[in-house]
């Protein structure tokens, strides 16, 4: 007997128990709406930022700033903002009005108000990853120890 069958035998118990009919159980559950996970969206966020920032990591002039602005302006990040939300939630990703800063304001690259939603988005998702593993991605030369010497054992020394 599966869990499956255990499961089917639980609810039917507990539907006889509350006189409720199986149906309405059935139909119940076959309506529920299955919601997107918060974590689902920050992975999606964390690899694409990785993936636009792995290539120029490293450079003279480039920073986790600029990468992040990278993101918040690139195409696939809109696909991402739209499986994600929806009306009045996403209108507020690609508003135009101006950004109006403080005087206390140091950086004012952001032009817009639908930018700086997004990168303040992404700057909420990509600070709950440790800075350790962005450290150990964007770093080359652990890298190169890492795919040369794997078979080596070397890579256990590393870490010691």
Request: charged content about 35%; some cysteine.
């Amino acid at each position: 007997m599966g869990t499956d069958d255990k499961l089917l035998k639980e609810i039917k118990n507990i539907c006889k128990v509350k006189k409720i009919p199986l149906e309405q159980v059935f139909n119940y559950v076959n309506n529920l709406r299955v919601r997107k996970k918060k974590q689902d969206i920050g992975e999606e966020i964390f690899f694409l930022f990785i993936r636009l920032a792995r290539p120029l990591w490293g450079k003279k002039g480039w920073s986790k700033r600029k990468a992040m602005v990278r993101v918040a302006k690139h195409l696939r990040f809109k696909k991402i903002l739209d499986k994600y939300f929806k009306g009045a939630d996403r209108k507020a990703f690609e508003d135009t009005t101006l950004k109006e800063y403080t005087e206390k304001s140091f950086i004012k690259d952001l032009r817009t108000v639908g930018l700086y939603k997004r990168y303040k988005l992404i700057e909420n998702y990509l600070s709950t990853q440790s800075n350790e593993l962005l450290d150990l991605i964007f770093d080359r030369k652990n890298y190169q120890i890492l795919s040369k010497n794997w078979y080596k054992g070397s890579w256990l020394k590393m870490n010691d």
